[in-house]
T-cell receptor, first 115, second 111 residues
Framework: GAVVSQHPSRVICKSGTSVKIECRSL??????MFWYRQFPKKSLMLMAT?????????EQGVEKDKFLINHASLTLSTLTVTSAHPEDSSFYIC???????????FGSGTRLTVV | QKEVEQDPGPLSVPEGAIVSLNCTYS??????FMWYRQYSRKGPELLMY????GNKEDGRFTAQVDKSSKYISLFIRDSQPSDSATYLC???????????FGSGTRLQVQP
């Protein structure tokens, strides 16, 4: 499967600032990547589908102006949390579908804390 | 009603026990069923996958899918302390669509 690198693994930022999270597919050209959010002791909730060369598709209830996704190349998708607030504190994980219909490789996740 | 319900949690068992983890789902379009293991503050790792109904065995792990009942299971034999983690069921309708996850079951295997 793909080798997926996500960073930073942990970030603390002040309220009102923006944070960028990168997801790189190191050995697989990914036209699609997924971004999930996970609250403590909860499941992964799909936020958006990142599409290379076009706009991301956001799930219902996810603010597209707050969570900016850019997928400018086949190996990189970025998630920018704009004007972060404490309620945006969470664990964010990217995923690359890489092996037929069942293969999804996940990044190691980014723990965001907004203070 | 959630699309995927996962039960039970949390679970504590002694080393060597057989563990049974289960999920039910409501979307009949789901065709691909997976189990992921997630250690604290890490991304999920794929353990098992199954297409449609049936059983699949890999070492100490057995995955079962019963599409008629919309019910999937993961069995862990001879559980080890290193199996302590959160186990997430996940499923998709295929076509490289995003996965839908269960809420996860935290498993603790006591030495």
């Amino acid at each position: 499967g793909a080798v997926v690198s996500q960073h930073p693994s942990r970030v603390i930022c002040k309220s009102g600032t923006s944070v960028k999270i990168e997801c790189r597919s190191l050995d697989f050209q990914a036209t699609t990547m997924f971004w999930y959010r996970q609250f403590p002791k909860k499941s992964l909730m799909l936020m958006a589908t990142s599409n290379e060369g076009s706009k991301a598709t956001y799930e219902q209830g996810v603010e597209k102006d707050k969570f900016l996704i850019n997928h400018a190349s086949l190996t990189l998708s970025t998630l920018t949390v704009t004007s972060a607030h404490p309620e945006d504190s969470s664990f964010y994980i990217c995923s690359v579908p890489d092996r037929g219909d069942y293969g999804y490789t996940f990044g190691s996740g980014t723990r965001l804390t907004v203070v | 009603q959630k699309e995927v319900e996962q039960d039970p949690g949390p679970l504590s068992v002694p080393e060597g026990a057989i563990v049974s983890l289960n999920c039910t789902y409501s979307n009949s379009a789901f065709q691909y069923f997976m189990w992921y293991r997630q250690y604290s503050r890490k991304g999920p790792e794929l353990l098992m996958y199954t297409y449609s109904s049936g059983n699949k065995e890999d070492g100490r792990f057995t995955a079962q899918v019963d599409k008629s009942s919309k019910y999937i299971s993961l069995f862990i034999r001879d559980s080890q302390p290193s199996d302590s983690a959160t186990y997430l069921c996940a499923m998709s309708a295929g076509g490289r669509r995003a996965l839908t996850f269960g809420s996860g079951t935290r498993l603790q295997v006591q030495p």
